[in-house]
């Protein structure tokens, strides 16, 4: 008779992943169930926060303030060939629009973050909650969340797991030699 192998089966830290939300929030629905495959795309749970709106809003009210500021610099440069307003109030307006633009590119990027699409984003379709996607094909590992529930920034919701990446070791024992060529 044959003795068993003796087997361990581990992961590289880059066949899992631990899903978090930068800003936490109240779970509103997840479906997923441990040993689940996910896809690419495919929504793992919808969260609320009100945080979500707020930097909805400061978007929008940074992008309208832009077409103002944009418009005050077009005309302070006309104005400043013809003499008609001083290099310091042109400065100041130029100073204005620069800043303006800082903040525009980093609510862009913080909407980017909870998978908001800044272009695709207007004052009708402000909302208070998103859909969390997976970022590529795996299988749940673990589910730490239910419906209802808060979870905080550094909560861990999901852990994903790649099974592509998944490695057997094997061991032979001196008492048993030839037992992995069997």
């Not at 832009?66 to 077009?74: G, N, R, V």
């Not at 302070?76 to 109030?89: F, H, I, N």
């Not at 998103?130 to 905080?152: E, L, T």
Request: net charge neutral; hydrophobic share 35%.
């Amino acid at each position: 008779t044959s003795s068993p192998i003796p087997t361990r089966r581990s992961l590289p830290p880059a066949g899992r992943r631990k899903m978090t939300q930068i800003h936490g929030g109240y779970i509103i629905s997840t479906d997923l169930l441990p040993g689940q495959r996910v896809r690419k795309g495919q929504v793992l749970c919808k969260i609320q926060n009100p945080v979500f709106v707020d930097l909805q809003k400061d978007y929008l009210m940074t992008q309208a303030k832009a077409i103002f500021l944009s418009k005050d610099l077009e005309r302070k440069e006309a104005l400043l060939e013809s003499q008609g307003v001083s290099t310091q109030d042109w400065e100041r307006a130029r100073s204005a629009y620069d800043e303006n633009q800082v903040m525009l590119a980093g609510w862009k990027a913080q909407l980017r973050l909870i998978g908001i699409r800044a272009e695709d984003l207007t004052v009708e379709n402000i909302r208070s909650s998103i859909a969390m996607y997976a970022p590529f094909n795996r299988y749940v590992n673990n589910v730490h969340i239910n419906p209802g529930q808060y979870v905080g920034p550094t909560d861990v919701l999901f852990e994903l797991i790649d099974l592509d990446h998944l490695h057997a070791h094997l061991e032979e024992y001196a008492d048993q030699p030839g037992i992995l060529a069997q």
